[in-house]
C-alpha cells in the first residue's frame, strides 16, 4: 500500500494536467486550422486537430519540474525531447518536408547522447562478448534513438494505437526501473504514463483529436532514451529487454522497410502495409478491435521481458514461442511479400503437408 500511495503522485499529476490540456489544444488547433489532411491512407474522415501531443508534453515536463530534481542526464534528455518535439509541432503546423524533421530528430538525439550521456557504455552480447568501444557505442546509440523515435511515429495509424502502445511501454519500463532500484526511472516512467493516460479518453476510438507528429516523435524519442537510461548497465544482452517491450513498432518498421525496398519504394512513401492496416483491412478486425489486439500482443512483449529479466531460461521459451508466432503471422499475411513464407515451407515440408496454390490470406 506504501509502494502505491508512493507512486500516486507521479502519476495522477501529470494525468490531470493532460485531461485538462487537451481540450485547450483542440480549440487551439480547431482556430489555427492544424488538421490532420485526409487521403487514401487515412481511416479518419472530417477535420482532427492533430496537436494533442502539446497535452501530453506539457503535462510531462510541468510534471517533471515539480517531482524531479535536474542534473546533467536529464537535462540532455528534457533538452533533446524539447528539440525533438519542436520538430513535430512544426512540422503539424507547416508539414515539413522529412528531411527536415529528420535533422530536427538529429540535432534531439545528439543533445541527449553527447551532453546528457545517455548512451550505451557497453554492449553485452553472447559467449561473453563485451564491446566497449566508444565509436560502436556511440553509433548504436544514436541509431537506436532515432530508430525507435521514428518506430513510434510510424504506428500512429490508428485511434490511441500509438499513444496505448507507447503507455503500455512506459509501464513496463517503469516496472522494470523498480525491480532494478532505479527510482529516477520509476518516477519519469509515472509521469510519462500519466501524461499519456490523460490523452488516451480523447484518442481512442472514435478519437476526437490526434497527437500529432509533435506527440508520436516525443514519446518515441523518450522511450528511447529511457530504454538506454534504464538498461545500459544490465548484464543481459543490452538491447534485449528494450527490443522485448518496444517490438511492435521495432518490427513493424523493420517489415515496412523491408517490404518498400522490395517493391522498389523509397523507405519513407507511406503504404498500407503496416500491421494494424493487415488487422484492420485483410483480416477485417476492425478499427477498435484492432488496437485492442496489438495493446494484447505489447502486454505479452512486456511480460516476456520481465520474465526474461528474472529467469533467462524461461524467459527465452517465451520469447521463441511469441517469436515463432510473429513469423507465422508476417508470412500468412504477406506483409513482407506474398512469395516469402520459409518457416511455413519448412513446416510443410517436416509434416508432409502439400502446398496449395494460394493461401487464402494473400488472396483477400
Same mark, same amino acid.
Given at each position: 500500500?506504501?509502494?502505491?500511495?508512493?507512486?500516486?503522485?507521479?502519476?495522477?499529476?501529470?494525468?490531470?494536467?493532460?485531461?485538462?490540456?487537451?481540450?485547450?489544444?483542440?480549440?487551439?488547433?480547431?482556430?489555427?486550422?492544424?488538421?490532420?489532411?485526409?487521403?487514401?491512407?487515412?481511416?479518419?474522415?472530417?477535420?482532427?486537430?492533430?496537436?494533442?501531443?502539446?497535452?501530453?508534453?506539457?503535462?510531462?515536463?510541468?510534471?517533471?519540474?515539480?517531482?524531479?530534481?535536474?542534473?546533467?542526464?536529464?537535462?540532455?534528455?528534457?533538452?533533446?525531447?524539447?528539440?525533438?518535439?519542436?520538430?513535430?509541432?512544426?512540422?503539424?503546423?507547416?508539414?515539413?518536408?522529412?528531411?527536415?524533421?529528420?535533422?530536427?530528430?538529429?540535432?534531439?538525439?545528439?543533445?541527449?547522447?553527447?551532453?546528457?550521456?545517455?548512451?550505451?557504455?557497453?554492449?553485452?552480447?553472447?559467449?561473453?562478448?563485451?564491446?566497449?568501444?566508444?565509436?560502436?557505442?556511440?553509433?548504436?546509440?544514436?541509431?537506436?534513438?532515432?530508430?525507435?523515435?521514428?518506430?513510434?511515429?510510424?504506428?500512429?495509424?490508428?485511434?490511441?494505437?500509438?499513444?496505448?502502445?507507447?503507455?503500455?511501454?512506459?509501464?513496463?519500463?517503469?516496472?522494470?526501473?523498480?525491480?532494478?532500484?532505479?527510482?529516477?526511472?520509476?518516477?519519469?516512467?509515472?509521469?510519462?504514463?500519466?501524461?499519456?493516460?490523460?490523452?488516451?479518453?480523447?484518442?481512442?476510438?472514435?478519437?476526437?483529436?490526434?497527437?500529432?507528429?509533435?506527440?508520436?516523435?516525443?514519446?518515441?524519442?523518450? $522511450?528511447?532514451? !529511457? %530504454?538506454? @537510461?534504464?538498461?545500459?548497465? &544490465?548484464?543481459? /544482452?543490452?538491447?534485449?529487454?528494450?527490443? #522485448? +517491450?518496444?517490438?511492435?513498432?521495432?518490427?513493424?518498421?523493420?517489415?515496412?522497410?523491408?517490404?518498400?525496398?522490395?517493391?522498389?519504394?523509397?523507405?519513407?512513401?507511406?503504404?498500407?502495409?503496416?500491421?494494424?492496416?493487415?488487422?484492420?483491412?485483410?483480416?477485417?478486425?476492425?478499427?477498435?478491435?484492432?488496437?485492442?489486439?496489438?495493446?494484447?500482443?505489447?502486454?505479452?512483449?512486456?511480460?516476456?521481458?520481465?520474465?526474461?529479466?528474472?529467469?533467462?531460461?524461461?524467459?527465452?521459451?517465451?520469447?521463441?514461442? $511469441?517469436?515463432? !508466432? %510473429?513469423? @507465422?503471422?508476417?508470412?500468412? &499475411?504477406?506483409? /513482407?511479400?506474398?512469395?516469402?513464407?520459409? #518457416? +511455413?515451407?519448412?513446416?510443410?515440408?517436416?509434416?508432409?503437408?502439400?502446398?496449395?496454390?494460394?493461401?487464402?490470406?494473400?488472396?483477400?
Amino acid at each position: 500500500m506504501n509502494l502505491v500511495e508512493g507512486a500516486f503522485p507521479f502519476f495522477i499529476v501529470p494525468l490531470l494536467m493532460s485531461l485538462a490540456f487537451v481540450p485547450i489544444c483542440k480549440v487551439i488547433g480547431f482556430k489555427l486550422g492544424i488538421y490532420a489532411l485526409e487521403n487514401s491512407r487515412t481511416v479518419h474522415s472530417g477535420k482532427m486537430v492533430r496537436m494533442g501531443g502539446m497535452a501530453i508534453y506539457l503535462a510531462f515536463i510541468i510534471s517533471m519540474a515539480i517531482f524531479m530534481k535536474a542534473d546533467k542526464t536529464l537535462n540532455g534528455i528534457l533538452l533533446g525531447g524539447f528539440v525533438v518535439f519542436i520538430g513535430g509541432l512544426i512540422d503539424d503546423v507547416f508539414n515539413l518536408k522529412a528531411l527536415y524533421k529528420f535533422m530536427f530528430e538529429i540535432v534531439g538525439t545528439l543533445i541527449t547522447v553527447f551532453y546528457g550521456n545517455v548512451l550505451l557504455t557497453n554492449i553485452f552480447l553472447p559467449f561473453g562478448i563485451v564491446i566497449t568501444n566508444p565509436i560502436i557505442t556511440y553509433t548504436i546509440s544514436i541509431f537506436w534513438i532515432i530508430g525507435i523515435t521514428n518506430a513510434i511515429n510510424f504506428i500512429d495509424g490508428l485511434d490511441g494505437l500509438s499513444s496505448g502502445v507507447s503507455l503500455i511501454v512506459t509501464l513496463t519500463i517503469g516496472l522494470l526501473g523498480f525491480f532494478m532500484g532505479r527510482r529516477d526511472i520509476c518516477i519519469i516512467a509515472l509521469v510519462l504514463s500519466g501524461s499519456i493516460l490523460g490523452f488516451l479518453p480523447y484518442n481512442f476510438h472514435p478519437a476526437s483529436i490526434f497527437m500529432g507528429d509533435c506527440g508520436a516523435l516525443f514519446l518515441g524519442f523518450t $522511450l528511447a532514451s !529511457l %530504454s538506454l @537510461l534504464g538498461f545500459k548497465t &544490465t548484464t543481459i /544482452i543490452t538491447l534485449g529487454l528494450p527490443i #522485448l +517491450i518496444l517490438f511492435i513498432p521495432i518490427s513493424d518498421t523493420i517489415i515496412a522497410i523491408i517490404r518498400r525496398k522490395l517493391s522498389n519504394k523509397k523507405v519513407y512513401e507511406a503504404d498500407r502495409g503496416h500491421l494494424h492496416h493487415v488487422l484492420m483491412f485483410k483480416l477485417n478486425f476492425g478499427h477498435r478491435n484492432t488496437v485492442i489486439a496489438l495493446y494484447v500482443v505489447a502486454i505479452l512483449f512486456g511480460c516476456a521481458a520481465i520474465i526474461s529479466y528474472f529467469n533467462t531460461f524461461y524467459g527465452t521459451i517465451v520469447v521463441g514461442a $511469441l517469436l515463432i !508466432l %510473429s513469423e @507465422l503471422f508476417v508470412e500468412a &499475411t504477406g506483409m /513482407i511479400n506474398p512469395k516469402f513464407h520459409p #518457416l +511455413i515451407s519448412t513446416f510443410k515440408k517436416i509434416f508432409h503437408i502439400k502446398e496449395q496454390k494460394a493461401d487464402k490470406i494473400e488472396n483477400s
